[in-house]
């Protein structure tokens, strides 16, 4: 990047270039997106602040807005984090001086703690897809495929399946 007065916008969205060339996961990608994109809506709403003129307070009003919207804790750290990446690789650039994240602590994302059912609770609840037509006894086996692996619903439907071992997933 060429030491110019960048707008953060535009700052931004060269690191992530940075990124995507590096190899980052289109997830990863996404999310760090996600964190830039709701930063400057927040931050330079007009897009017309430079970013070496960044403070910690625009970091600190961001968090407070996500929280307003409701986003989850959990949510909230990941956006933070991404951001932070971003700003550190903004400092390696030169684009920016210091982070204004440098002295900021991440917000706190507990975990909820989530009561599993009983196997009387779920026989209750799947039992109706027994009597369904053949989607039903495929429905239960996918919710009883991912209640046993613990798999979470993004990484069962990524799943393959190929007669090449090299390219099957199960």
Known sequence: M???GHKLRDALDLEIGRRKIEGLSQHSLRAMRDAADSFCLSADPHERASAA???PAQVVEWIDAMRQRG??????LVRYRYLATLMRGLVSAGVIPVSPMKDLRAP???APIV???NDAEVE???NPL????????RDLAVIWFLAAAGLRRAELIGMRWSADPARCDL
């Open 2 to 4: 060429k030491r110019v």
């Open 53 to 55: 003129d960044l403070t």
């Open 71 to 76: 986003l989850s804790p959990t949510t909230l």
């Open 108 to 110: 706190r994302a507990r």
């Open 115 to 117: 009561e599993f059912p």
């Open 124 to 126: 209750r609840l799947l």
């Open 130 to 137: 027994r009597y369904q037509d053949v989607n039903g006894a």
